[in-house]
């Protein structure tokens, strides 16, 4: 059973490009977290969705960021027009249950590098 | 917003020695995690508390969660090499997590 997969594992971009990580949730999961990590600093929660749906993105800046988990295919977090401060570890988890007893996998991230 | 304090930062301990970090937070958590990164990976979990007072172990690691809700300590026995990595300490609220600082363990052969 495969585990949490995302692409690209490394992403350079410009300032002023856009950013778009994949992320493909465990065989049967449907609940579906983004994390963001600084350099030398814990996850930070982004958002949560499940299957075409949004449950909670507090954690998301309200301008340039966008997260997506259609009906088919991968999770999509966009971060358009990135500027350095955007450089970070993005880390995709999933499970099976919304429920805390429930384990969030974690997959090993997208690491993006803003020039 | 939700912060977990978690110390000690770093540790540099030799071989064989025995570990122990732990977490505060300011608020209440009803489900505490403990994690490890690896270098270039995400985190991994270790250890999974649902119960105030409760005292878990998995192998050579023990952790407990406060009863107050609001705090949670891991040790490790007889550290070994492997062990070297960043330990987070992560609190559940609704579904997202709040994660520490992390502890970055470096030891020496």
């Known amino acids: 059973n495969a585990g949490v997969m995302q692409n690209p594992r490394h992403l350079v971009r410009r300032r002023g490009q856009e950013a778009r990580l994949r992320c493909s949730p465990m065989?049967?999961?449907?609940?579906v977290y983004w994390y963001r990590q600084l350099p030398e600093e814990g996850l930070k929660f982004m958002v949560y969705?499940?299957?075409?749906?949004?449950?909670?993105e507090s954690g998301m800046p309200k301008e340039r960021f966008s997260a997506e988990f259609p009906k088919e295919g991968p999770s999509i977090l966009r971060i358009q027009q990135v500027v350095r401060g955007d450089s970070a570890a993005y880390f995709c988890?999933?499970?099976?249950?919304?429920?805390?007893?429930?384990?969030?996998?974690f997959g090993p991230g997208t690491r993006l590098t803003v020039t | 917003g939700q912060q977990l304090n978690q110390s000690p930062q770093s540790m540099f301990i030799q071989e064989g020695e025995d570990v122990s970090m732990n977490c505060t937070s300011s608020?209440?958590?009803?489900?505490w995690l403990w994690y490890k990164q690896d270098p270039g990976e995400g985190p991994v979990l270790l250890i999974a508390l649902y119960k105030a007072g409760e005292l878990t172990s998995n192998g050579r690691l023990t952790a407990q969660f406060g009863i107050t809700r609001k705090d949670s300590f891991l040790n490790i026995s007889a550290s070994i090499p492997s062990d070297v990595g960043i330990y987070f300490c992560a609190g559940q609220g609704a579904q997202k997590l709040v994660f520490g600082q992390g502890t970055r363990l470096t030891i020496n052969p």
């Open positions: 608020s209440i958590f009803n489900t």
């Open positions: 988890a999933s499970s099976l249950v919304a429920d805390p007893t429930y384990e969030q996998y």
């Open positions: 969705l499940q299957k075409e749906n949004i449950i909670d």
């Open positions: 065989k049967g999961h449907s609940h």
